[in-house]
């Protein structure tokens, strides 16, 4: 079974242009969450899809946005880039549904892509 | 002050050791408990997760949970040159309803284990 694909694997943009990275989740998992990793923040969640529309959302600046299309791909775009958003930005992919646990609580384990390494000169 | 801690390290031991990595955290409404090892170029993958506090086996690796103390651990026996990568912790709460893709991470640890 294929895992969770990000492309591109690199990137090189200057200050103020946009940017577009694009995650296909695993076969059959239908909720996609994005997070920027860096080495002073760490992981950080930026926000999560499920059928198309958004479920959740961290505490990112508006220039961050997101989308999920019919067959679960997700894409994430950032506008006007700034030098701090030079960050490896992961997806992760789940079924979206949770499982009951014997203690009454839902949860699902995330399973996570390689990453987009994007760098803002 | 983060939600979660963890001391970033970076953590070198000899292979065959026992390695102890810790997180402590301050939210109360944390209800599950994860940790992920990150290997260069890689996204996290799950080592462990549990929802109690206690202990929690398998294999080599033991997680342990002291909600009262908000305090969480891993202990890796028997460490390998493999085993060298980032170790990060997580926790999500149950808030949210149906989002389960939310979780907060602590820094990460990154442990060396030479032969």
């Known amino acids: 079974k294929a895992g969770v694909t990000q492309t591109p694997r690199y990137l090189i943009k200057t200050r103020g242009q946009q940017v577009t990275l694009s995650c296909s989740p695993i076969?059959?998992?239908?909720?996609v969450s994005w997070y920027q990793q860096t080495p002073g923040q760490g992981l950080q969640f930026l926000f999560e899809?499920?059928?198309?529309?958004q479920r959740n959302k961290g505490n990112f600046p508006g220039r961050f946005s997101g989308r999920q299309f019919s067959n679960s791909r997700s894409e994430m775009n950032v506008s006007t880039l700034e030098l701090g958003d030079s960050a490896l930005y992961l997806c992760?992919?789940?079924w979206g549904q949770g499982i009951m646990s014997v203690y009454g609580l839902r949860w699902e384990k995330l399973f996570f892509g390689s990453g987009t390494q994007l760098s803002v000169l | 002050q983060k939600e979660v801690e963890q001391d970033p390290g970076p953590l070198s031991v000899p292979e065959g050791a026992i390695v102890s990595l810790n997180c402590t955290y301050s939210?109360?409404?944390?209800?599950?408990f994860m940790w992920y090892r990150q290997y260069s170029r890689k996204g996290p993958e799950l080592l462990m997760y549990?929802?109690?506090?206690g202990n929690k086996e398998d294999g080599r690796f033991t997680a342990q949970v002291d909600k009262s103390s908000k305090y969480i651990s891993l202990f890796i026996r028997d460490s390998q040159p493999s085993d060298s990568a980032t170790y990060l912790c997580?926790?999500?709460?149950?808030?949210?309803?149906?989002?389960?893709?939310?979780?907060?991470f602590g820094q990460g640890t990154i442990l060396t284990v030479h032969p």
């Open positions: 992760a992919s789940s």
């Open positions: 939210n109360s409404a944390f209800q599950y």
């Open positions: 549990t929802y109690s506090s």
């Open positions: 997580a926790m999500k709460t149950n808030a949210g309803g149906t989002s389960y893709g939310k979780l907060t």
């Open positions: 076969s059959g998992h239908r909720s």
């Open positions: 899809y499920f059928s198309e529309t």
